[in-house]
């Protein structure tokens, strides 16, 4: 069955230091894989997708994400969080039925 | 401004009440989705629509309905509302097909509660 998993569920970080957070999905196949950002009190936004091509894909603020098919992991990483990447994060994957499955997120707080 | 609306924001009601959530989208998409947020289970498909009359379950459908009379609108509907529906509620659009990204596009959320 498809599923999504976002093993971090609560991340604290200083200002400035790195992050990575991890997403892996049950199976391979073609896959669409997004990063949504959800701010405190608002409704998800998109920070990167990647559909094909480079597996390195940049979105914006900063973030990034590397698609591993291998290892079926798309894991998003930025080098230097601020105050303002507070939020919860959620993985999405899209096989080729019709259905989006996301990760149950992963709440980040960084520390001024 | 392209945007994914609904209505209402807030909603507290009663169980077995009937309630209908509106969405509604500005973008042209074909697909439409709703889905539920809650603590520690992320966000699960209710229901989604490829297009006018074509709707499919998601994960979750147990207690809801849809329709999809028109392109830019795919309301919910809760017939017997009952306390575990209690949760933050969206509504997405995005366009289809294989040549496009599949981004979806969120609506700011309804927050649902059922005493």
């Known amino acids: 069955a498809q599923s999504v998993s976002q093993h971090n569920h609560h991340v604290i970080l200083s200002e400035a230091a790195s992050l990575e957070l991890g997403c892996n999905y049950s199976y391979g196949g073609t896959v669409n894989l997004f990063w949504y950002v959800q701010y405190p009190g608002q409704h998800l936004q998109l920070l990167l997708k990647?559909?094909?091509?480079?597996?390195l894909v940049k979105g914006i603020k900063g973030f990034e994400a590397e698609f591993i098919k291998s290892k079926f992991s798309f894991n998003l990483r930025k080098p230097s969080v601020q105050w303002s990447d507070t939020a919860e994060y959620f993985c999405?994957?899209?096989?080729?039925?019709?259905?989006?499955?996301f990760g149950t997120g992963t709440s980040l707080t960084v520390i001024p | 401004e392209a945007q994914v609306t609904q209505n209402p924001r807030y909603l507290i009601t009663v169980t077995g009440k009937k309630l209908t959530v509106t969405c509604s989208q500005n973008?042209?998409?074909?697909?439409m989705s709703w889905y539920r947020q809650d603590p520690g289970l992320g966000l699960r498909q209710i229901y989604y629509s490829m297009n006018v009359e074509v709707t499919d379950k998601g994960d979750v459908p147990e207690g809801y309905k849809v329709s999809r009379k028109e392109k830019r609108n795919f309301p919910l509907i809760l017939e017997s509302p009952s306390p575990n529906q209690t949760s933050l509620y969206f509504c997405?659009?995005?366009?289809?097909?294989?040549?496009?990204?599949?981004?979806?596009?969120f609506g700011p959320g309804t927050r649902l509660t059922v005493l």
């Open positions: 999405a994957v899209k096989w080729t039925g019709n259905q989006f499955y």
């Open positions: 990647y559909f094909s091509g480079d597996p």
């Open positions: 997405a659009s995005s366009p289809a097909g294989l040549a496009v990204s599949n981004e979806q596009f």
């Open positions: 973008m042209n998409h074909e697909y």
